[in-house]
């Protein structure tokens, strides 16, 4: 039985270290074309077709996939249904709910570094996590709506760093038509409200957890629609459960999963797998009935 | 039940937006600056 429980909590431990391996390296994969260097031209290649599962730029100069919130804005902005990008959103969210956020996003992943900067930290109000929906609806769907302008995208900090910051100090010039690649006028008032924005969660991201995540990533609010249907989810050995709150303690959004297990909040990162009572489920039956993965391995 | 009705609900939706041209209208989109 002991053999069993401390084979069950290596492999916890692999898979959280495997977690913190892949989230910088998908970032890397989803900006990948080093050819714009030399060519001055973005990828615009068959990959572009459809988009990475989080949060990333499709103006980084180096990216090769498209960002879904930039999608969902564009549909919203022509007024026509994002379909596929619903589809897409919407599988993925049944089947691991916000785990995209956790296991995917290079901006999470930065987040979570900056936070690790040792100073006193603070903790988000529970009620500031509704201000995603806000942003979701107002930012992402209806000025883009309204206005035909992303605003998300006008604001995003993670596209000032990986596409904002990039081609305003590259500012290249276009070899074949001897043109800037980015018209000079793009570097006005808002260009600076981005880098105002970005400076403001950056602040944030050393005193608190995952800031933006919580309280402003739309894509964050869709995923998190499915975290209660999921079919990975998070279990809790209730009866062996002390209430210690040492979950709470090492989760990067600040849950305590044995008192919300099926909260939307939860980035299913396994973090909290640090306690022995805290495992992931896979299946059809809702927390408390599945049966952890591990064990099923075993 | 519930997901596999959500999954065919989907995956209709992915069948419909590659049909309406949802794959080209993202590769236009995202190539431009």
């Known amino acids: 039985m002991s053999t069993k429980t401390s084979s069950t909590k290596e492999r916890y431990r692999k898979i959280r270290k495997l977690r913190w391996f892949i989230l910088p390296f998908s970032g890397l994969a989803a900006n990948s074309y080093a050819k714009v260097w030399s060519t001055k031209e973005i990828y615009g290649g068959a990959l ?8 990333n730029c499709h103006a980084c100069p180096m990216a090769v996939s498209s960002c879904p919130i930039g999608i969902l804005q564009f549909h919203a902005a022509i007024k026509s249904w994002p379909y ?5 959103l919407g599988t993925i969210g049944v089947l691991v709910g916000r785990a995209a956020c956790g296991w995917l996003c290079p901006f999470g992943w930065l987040q979570d570094i900056m936070y690790k900067i040792k100073t006193r930290k603070f903790t988000i109000p529970r009620s500031f996590r509704y201000l995603k929906y806000v942003s ?3 930012l992402a769907i209806a000025l883009p709506y309204f206005t035909e302008g992303h605003w998300f995208s006008k604001l995003c900090p993670w596209g000032t760093i990986i596409a904002g910051i990039p081609w305003g100090v590259w500012q290249p010039i276009n070899p074949v038509y001897m043109e800037p690649v980015i018209p000079p006028g793009s570097f006005g008032f808002m260009y600076w409200l ?3 924005v970005l400076a403001v969660f950056l602040v944030l991201f050393v005193f608190t957890k ?5 309280t402003f990533c739309p894509l964050g609010a869709i995923y998190s629609l499915f975290n209660r249907i999921s079919l990975l989810q998070m279990k809790v050995d209730q009866e062996k459960c002390v209430d210690c709150g040492h979950c709470k303690t090492v989760c990067p959004v600040d849950i305590q999963i044995n008192r919300e297990p099926m909260s939307a909040e939860c980035l299913r990162c396994t973090e909290c797998t640090v306690c022995k009572n805290v495992r992931l489920t896979w299946g059809f039956r809702h927390v408390g009935e599945s049966k952890p993965v591990a064990e099923k391995a075993a | 039940m519930l997901w596999g009705a959500l999954l065919l609900i989907f ?3 992915i069948f419909t937006g590659v049909r309406n041209g949802d794959l ?3 590769q236009m989109e995202s190539s431009t600056l």
């Open chain 1, 48 to 55: 572009r077709q459809g988009c990475v599962p989080f949060l």
């Open chain 1, 84 to 88: 596929m990008l619903a589809g897409v």
């Open chain 1, 136 to 138: 979701l609806v107002v």
């Open chain 1, 194 to 196: 981005k880098i105002g």
């Open chain 1, 210 to 214: 995952r800031p933006f995540c919580r």
């Open chain 2, 11 to 13: 995956a209709f939706l």
């Open chain 2, 24 to 26: 080209i209208m993202t």
